[in-house]
């Protein structure tokens, strides 16, 4: 049913959560598996200073990417690297659409009320803008916040 996944991955405490139902339903249908990362632009400005703190935020990125392709490939999942700059759910969106995505999983906080309303969600804009089907998967269990 699915030949292409999307798993965009902040790197944040929970991916590995993510990461295991992406990779279970990769396994399941034969499919590739592409790991994203997107640097976000919006909220690092690109003057002298700022280029170091994003080539921090890149590494990271690659870092939790690369992890991300060998939990894949331990389990014999042919995975597709990419690390992107931009605003993260147009670059997930824009992804998606170039690599012939059949859905994306995506990690949520779970966030609401202010938090969500301040914080804002990746996974929220890119579940409101997608044509492509997107599984959301709780980074932590809900008893864990």
Do not use: C, F, Q, W
């Not at 965009?8 to 295991?20: L, M, N």
């Not at 690297?81 to 906080?109: F, S």
């Amino acid at each position: 049913m699915y030949e292409n996944l999307l798993l965009p991955t902040d790197g944040s405490d929970g991916i590995e959560r993510v990461a295991a139902n992406a990779i279970h339903l990769a396994r399941v249908n034969g499919a590739t598996l592409h790991v994203l990362h997107v640097v976000d632009t919006d909220t690092v400005a690109l003057d002298p200073h700022s280029k170091r703190l994003a080539a921090g935020l890149e590494a990271a990125g690659r870092a939790s990417v690369a992890a991300i392709h060998d939990r894949a490939a331990e389990a014999g999942i042919y995975s597709v690297e990419a690390v992107r700059y931009g605003n993260p759910d147009e670059e997930i969106l824009t992804y998606a659409d170039e690599n012939d995505v059949d859905i994306i999983v995506i990690g949520t906080h779970g966030r609401h009320g202010v938090r969500r309303a301040l914080i804002g969600s990746v996974a929220e804009r890119v579940v409101r803008n997608s044509e492509t089907p997107v599984l959301t998967v709780r980074t932590l269990p809900a008893e864990s916040e």
